[in-house]
């Protein structure tokens, strides 16, 4: 009787009311599949990767280890591939993330500016984000080739010898950078124009009715007030800068002409991925890897937490 | 009126702007006009644009390339992993938004917090999961590890958190269910965040590369696009002509997108941009 009676005027209802059973089931039909996909592919081998790097002498074929200790970072920090490694990636992050943010904001700025042509500039520099860096590093191989390359016919036509860009150790890393600059411009100059778009107008027309000149404007006014904008990208960006891997196997099908690019993502790979799989070495170098990009990632937090961005 | 001054700075400013689009843009140009070069006019420079416009080059690559069945590949992979993902997220979302039970917010801060921890980490162990699962060489083993997304699952569940809980009794008032109210209210509401996470998550899924490239070691049929063309380009050996031809067909579905989408994508991007 009661029961019908609340059926008959819902209006009473009151979503606190009956916790218990149905409620579990609800937590399983809407969390259910999402947990499961992370429980399995993130958070078990996340642990995994703790535990594998303190596994000595471990074997995945035979799920095989001696022992438990810090012989696996001993041997990855000691190995000089693992440093040099090390250093091209960090060499990477401090070349192409400060010229690819400096670039952008003058873009940025300008775009932000420009009243006219906005659909074909923006296809121009935002078509970058779509298009599959596999299919331009294609691209980037031959404009710099040596036999028919773009940049190479440039340069002889002008009267200078030909540089063998993709073959030497010390251009194949400057082709390397540009490619990196090319591709990360479009995402970078996307953030800086949202952070422009929330700059108030009336410093601008406060700025002009004194009669403050268009340079002024950008380094008094523009740059100050984007930066927590510009701090944020370049935290964002040399976390992305990090993880370099996919450039270098694109341009070079391995770590750079003379193995001079090696990264530290290359390391993981080949070593894991490799012929002779040393699944120890491969953890240790992507915890090294993880406390990296954590540091950034509390930098980031610090930085949003203070902006309110 | 603008004065000279004006006019001058107005120049300047659209003569860099386009040097910069043109730099932008110059490899996409250079990879359509040289993918119809004979082999011969891209090595001597003769002219600068193709004499006649070949299609042989296309006709070539696709069929040494296999790229028909490296496509189909790809638009499954990206189909399925965009629909099962969206799903997934849609439910989860709405379970750490509207659901309450005890640890809920608590559990997504833990799970907020594990965003930073790069997926090269994580390959390791799925590499063996995705074997013991016996989907290793299957064309699954490219979608199943990523159905779980948390950066869009938060994305999503931010906007379903403003939505104002009134809304949610009056429906049970009416009668609907939790998971009616989800799928003929809260989703039709969310519709830009939808799409943004939708377009994210298909260029993600389009151009992914490393993991394909582990996963396809065992089988040359599941390749998709992106490592199916760098696979041809050590199969078909150095002939910059085919190489264009085949990037060209590659990038080509992705600027039909763009040139169609260029706006949600421009806001996607930015809004999911500064995730971590």
């Not at chain 1, 192409?96 to 500016?113: K, T």
């Not at chain 1, 923006?122 to 590093?137: D, E, K, N, R």
């Not at chain 2, 499954?76 to 997220?89: D, G, I, Y």
């Not at chain 2, 590499?127 to 083993?141: A, V």
Request: proline share 4%; glycine share 6%.
């Amino acid at each position: 009787m009661n029961n019908e009676k609340k059926h008959r005027h819902p209006i009473r209802y009151d979503p606190d009311e009956k916790f218990e059973i149905s409620i579990l089931w609800k937590i399983l039909l809407f969390l259910g599949p999402f947990m499961a996909g992370i429980l399995l592919f993130t958070i078990y081998p996340f642990i995994n990767a703790f535990l594998m790097s303190f596994k000595e002498n471990y074997s995945i074929l035979r799920d095989t280890f001696s022992g438990w200790g810090l012989g696996n970072y001993r041997k990855v920090l000691n190995d000089p591939i693992f440093v040099s490694g090390l250093k091209t990636t960090v060499k990477y992050v401090v070349i192409v993330v400060p010229i690819s943010l400096a670039l952008s904001i003058v873009i940025a700025v300008l775009l932000n500016n420009a009243k006219r042509f906005k659909a074909i500039l923006q296809t121009a520099y935002f078509m970058p984000l779509v298009t599959s860096t596999a299919a331009i590093s294609l691209v980037f191989r031959f404009i710099f080739a040596n036999e028919g390359g773009l940049v190479n016919k440039i340069i002889t036509t002008l009267g200078q010898s030909q540089i063998n860009f993709l073959g030497t150790n010390k251009w194949s890393e400057i082709v390397l950078y540009i490619f990196g600059i090319w591709n990360i411009l479009p995402f970078t100059i996307i953030l800086l124009l949202a952070g422009l778009q929330n700059i108030d107008p009336q410093y601008y027309t406060a700025a002009r009715a004194d009669g403050a000149k268009t340079f002024d404007i950008f380094t008094n006014i523009t740059v100050p007030l984007l930066s927590p904008t510009i701090a944020l990208v370049a935290i964002v960006n040399s976390i992305s800068a990090f993880k370099i891997f996919d450039y270098v196997f694109q341009l070079y099908n391995k770590p750079g002409p003379g193995y001079n690019l090696y990264t530290i993502i290359y390391y993981i790979y080949e070593k894991f991925g490799g012929t002779k799989p040393q699944y120890g070495y491969a953890a240790a170098a992507s915890i090294v890897l993880f406390f990296i990009i954590a540091v950034f990632t509390l930098l980031q937090r610090v930085l949003q937490r203070k902006t309110d961005y | 009126m603008k004065n000279t001054s004006d006019k001058l700075k107005d120049f300047f400013q659209y003569l860099t702007l386009f040097t910069g689009a043109a730099i932008m843009f110059l490899p996409f140009f250079w990879m359509i006009n040289s993918s119809f070069k004979t082999e011969k006019e891209l090595l001597s420079f003769q002219s600068f644009f193709p004499k006649e416009l070949l299609f042989d080059n296309f006709r070539q690559a696709w069929e040494m390339g296999d790229f028909l069945k490296y496509f189909g590949n790809s638009v499954f992979v990206t189909v399925v992993c965009v629909a099962l993902t969206m799903f997934v997220t849609i439910l989860a979302a709405y379970g750490f938004s509207k659901l309450r039970f005890p640890g809920r917010d608590l559990i997504f801060t833990v799970l907020v917090s594990m965003m930073m921890i790069p997926y090269e980490m994580l390959m390791l162990t799925n590499y063996e999961t995705i074997r013991h699962l016996h989907l290793f060489g299957k064309i699954w083993s490219l979608i199943v590890p990523f159905t779980s997304s948390i950066f869009y699952t938060y994305i999503l569940r931010n906007f379903f958190l403003s939505v104002p809980d009134s809304l949610y009794q009056s429906a049970r008032i009416d009668g609907a269910s939790d998971w009616q109210y989800l799928w003929e209210v809260m989703v039709p509401m969310a519709k830009p965040s939808l799409v943004t996470i939708a377009l994210l998550d298909a260029i993600t899924c389009w151009n992914s590369f490393m993991w394909t490239m582990l996963m396809s070691s065992g089988n040359r049929n599941i390749r998709t696009l992106p490592f199916g063309l760098t696979a041809f380009t050590s199969e078909a050996g150095v002939h910059y002509n085919l190489w264009m031809a085949g990037a060209t067909i590659v990038v080509i579905p992705m600027i039909i997108l763009f040139l169609f989408c260029r706006k949600s994508i421009i806001t996607g991007v930015s809004r999911g941009g500064l995730k971590g």
